[in-house]
Every structure is written in structure tokens, then in C-alpha cells.
């Protein structure tokens, strides 16, 4: 259920609504618009009937929500959000371009890197000091050695840092030096991860599972924003199919799919979606012209040498050519909005 506030409510009459829901032992959300004030209504078991609120002070209309997913739907909210990465908007109608390395490697990786991305423009530094392996015996990242190589970057280079959370236990150390929390795709349903990820108040990007449908991702992503963090960017990554040529199949007809459904910014991940770099490109503008919010992609100072994911990761020279390619993209797309 979603109560639509009248747009001149008072505060009082929108706080004496919230705890009327409370009382009635359900969680009231303040979905605040330019308009009006929306409050979003979760934890019923059944359908709820509008005349429970409808005669408060203060409140317009009670709309049901159809979808299984509330609080991440355009129904419950139609605007756009718009997350604020300590001043650099997600999802405002400009592009965001997160480049970096799949893993923190060294110092000397990271800090090529940062000043390879900062000369064509990137504010958002991605890089891995945690790492989800397949395979046990494969690189693991450098972890805490790599957050406090990352907190360099960041201050040096007054980047914002996209950097992932593989479990629970290490969400606070990666939540200090990260602007953005990542919850990777094998943790897409990791639902203690995501109650925690929840309680923060900082931006998280959810990339989608391997196997997930949208509609599982909206739900993962439900979990975030029930528990108040509504700063949530979504992020297409590939998902498995019987195609074996690429590494995953980049399903760009999700991001159409996720602006229509939900209300959240979406990052397109080409790098995971096609895992090849000469592919990378093509499908990092085609994500732009299909209405991405912004893209992710990796970026090796040597590709060949990289710890994970060599082959997908671009040269600095091919990234250069990309980063003023998806610029002109971008003013193409505001020129025809
Ligand atoms: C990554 O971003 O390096 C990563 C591990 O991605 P995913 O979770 O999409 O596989
Ligand atoms: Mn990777």
C-alpha cells in the first residue's frame, strides 16, 4: 500500500500517519517527491484496505501496490532517484563512468590505473580487495593491504571509490574506505549481507546474479531499501545461458527493463557481461544509447599480466578512446532526451 500525502501536509500530519502504521504493526516508508510526500507501507501479510489511513489528516490517496517489490518500484515512486556519491550524482540524466581494475594488484597497478581514468575524466574508481574466486586457488585480493592501498587512491586523486564486500563480517572495514559498496553477483542473494548492507547509509551497488531474473534482483535490491537505504545502484553484469562464445550474455533489454520497473540508477557492467576486451567497447556504448545511467568497465595497466579478469580489462589506450566515444554518446543522448 502506498499513502500519497496531500502536497501541502504539514509534518505533523505526515509523522502522525507513520505512526499510525506503526501501531497497526507494520513499517511506514517516507518516499519523499517534488510534489508530495508518498509513504511507502510494508510488512502486511495480506492486502491491506485504504480505509485504514485514508481518513487521516493529511493523506490524498491509498494506492496498492501490485508488484512484489514495493519500495524499488516506479509504482511507489515515479521519480528517478538520484544517488550522491559524496557530491557525484548517479542517475541525475548525466553518464557515470566507474573504470578501474578488476583487483587491487600494487600500489604501482592501482596508482597507473587511477591516473590513467582521472585524465579521461572518471570520478569513480572501481577495484576489487576482496575477491569472490571460482576457485580457491586463484588470487584473493590483497584485502586489508588493498582498502589502504584504495584509501590512497582516493585521497590522491580525490576519486570516489566502488569497491566490493564479499561477506558480513568484513562490511564495516569496506564501508570506511568505500564511497560505494558493492555487493557482487554470488552475493546478489546473500540476504544476511543485504540486511546488513540495508542498515548502512551509503551507496551500494547490486549487481545482478548470474541466474537471476529481474524480478529476483528487484527483490534483493527490496531488501537494501526496506531497511532505509534507499541509496541502491543496480548493475547489469551478464547472466549465464547456453551461449558459450561470451562469458556471460550482456542482457542490455534489462536496463530498459530496470528504468521502466523500478525507479533505481543502473550501471551497465560490459567487462563481466561479454568477458572479452575487443567486445567491451561496443557493448559499453550500445549500454549508453539503451539508457544506462552509466557504465563499469575494467581497466589493466597491462592486461595480459592482471591477477583476474585479463581478458576482459581494456589498455589505458583503448579505455582513452572509449572514455571520449561514451562522452559523445552521452551529449547525443541529452541532445535527444
Ligand atoms: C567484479 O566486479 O570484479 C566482479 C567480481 O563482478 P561480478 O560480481 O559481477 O562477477
Ligand atoms: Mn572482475
Same mark, same amino acid.
Given at each position: 500500500?502506498?499513502?500519497?500525502?496531500?502536497?501541502?501536509?504539514?509534518?505533523?500530519?505526515?509523522?502522525?500517519?507513520?505512526?499510525?502504521?506503526?501501531?497497526?504493526?507494520?513499517?511506514?516508508?517516507?518516499?519523499?517527491?517534488?510534489?508530495?510526500?508518498?509513504?511507502?507501507?510494508?510488512?502486511?501479510?495480506?492486502?491491506?484496505?485504504?480505509?485504514?489511513?485514508?481518513?487521516?489528516?493529511?493523506?490524498?490517496?491509498?494506492v496498492p501496490v501490485s508488484k512484489p517489490y514495493k519500495l524499488v518500484s516506479r509504482e511507489v515512486k515515479p521519480e528517478s532517484t538520484v544517488v550522491d556519491i559524496r557530491g557525484v550524482k548517479v542517475g541525475d540524466g548525466s553518464l557515470s563512468v566507474i573504470a578501474g581494475p578488476c583487483s587491487v594488484e600494487s600500489r604501482d597497478q592501482v596508482f597507473r590505473?587511477?591516473?590513467?581514468?582521472?585524465?579521461?575524466?572518471?570520478?569513480?574508481f572501481r577495484g576489487g580487495a576482496f575477491k569472490p574466486r571460482t576457485s580457491p586457488y586463484s588470487f584473493q585480493g590483497l584485502k586489508q593491504e588493498g582498502l589502504r592501498l584504495l584509501e590512497e587512491v582516493?585521497?590522491?586523486?580525490?576519486?570516489?571509490?566502488v569497491t566490493e564486500v564479499k561477506d558480513a563480517a568484513t562490511l564495516d572495514e569496506v564501508a570506511e574506505v568505500a564511497d560505494v559498496v558493492q555487493i557482487g553477483a554470488r552475493n546478489m542473494q546473500n540476504f544476511t549481507l543485504l540486511? &546488513?548492507?540495508?542498515? @548502512?547509509?551509503?551507496? /551500494? $551497488?547490486? %549487481? *545482478?546474479?548470474?541466474?537471476?531474473?529481474?524480478?529476483?534482483?528487484?527483490?534483493?535490491?527490496?531488501?537494501?531499501?526496506?531497511?532505509?537505504?534507499?541509496q541502491v545502484i543496480l548493475c547489469e553484469r551478464g547472466?549465464?545461458?547456453?551461449?558459450?562464445?561470451?562469458? &556471460?550474455?550482456?542482457? @542490455?533489454?534489462?536496463? /530498459? $527493463?530496470? %528504468? *521502466?520497473?523500478?525507479?533505481?540508477?543502473?550501471?551497465?557492467?560490459?567487462?563481466?557481461?561479454?568477458?572479452?576486451?575487443?567486445?567491451?567497447?561496443?557493448m559499453a556504448r550500445a549500454a549508453v544509447v539503451a539508457g544506462a545511467d552509466g557504465v563499469m568497465?575494467?581497466?589493466?595497466?597491462?592486461?595480459?599480466?592482471?591477477?583476474?579478469?585479463?581478458?576482459?580489462?581494456l589498455t589505458f589506450d583503448t579505455y582513452a578512446k572509449l572514455a571520449t566515444e561514451l562522452n559523445e554518446l552521452a551529449a547525443w543522448r541529452t541532445a535527444h532526451r
Open positions: 500500500m502506498l499513502i500519497l500525502m496531500h502536497k501541502d501536509a504539514t509534518r505533523r500530519q505526515i509523522e502522525a500517519v507513520c505512526s499510525h502504521v506503526k501501531q497497526s504493526g507494520l513499517s511506514p516508508h517516507e518516499i519523499p517527491g517534488s510534489i508530495r510526500m508518498a509513504i511507502g507501507i510494508t510488512g502486511n501479510q495480506g492486502a491491506l484496505s485504504p480505509e485504514q489511513f485514508a481518513h487521516l489528516d493529511g493523506v490524498a490517496e491509498c590505473t587511477a591516473e590513467a581514468v582521472v585524465n579521461s575524466g572518471v570520478q569513480l582516493r585521497r590522491q586523486f580525490d576519486l570516489r571509490i540486511e &546488513n548492507a540495508g542498515r @548502512l547509509r551509503m551507496p /551500494v $551497488l547490486l %549487481k *545482478r546474479g548470474m541466474s537471476a531474473t529481474l524480478k529476483e534482483l528487484f527483490m534483493a535490491a527490496e531488501y537494501l531499501l526496506s531497511l532505509g537505504n534507499f547472466i549465464r545461458t547456453f551461449e558459450t562464445m561470451t562469458r &556471460n550474455t550482456f542482457d @542490455l533489454s534489462a536496463v /530498459v $527493463l530496470i %528504468k *521502466r520497473h523500478t525507479h533505481l540508477p543502473v550501471i551497465a557492467d560490459p567487462s563481466h557481461g561479454v568477458g572479452i576486451d575487443w567486445a567491451v567497447p561496443p568497465v575494467e581497466v589493466h595497466p597491462e592486461p595480459a599480466k592482471a591477477l583476474s579478469d585479463g581478458q576482459q580489462s
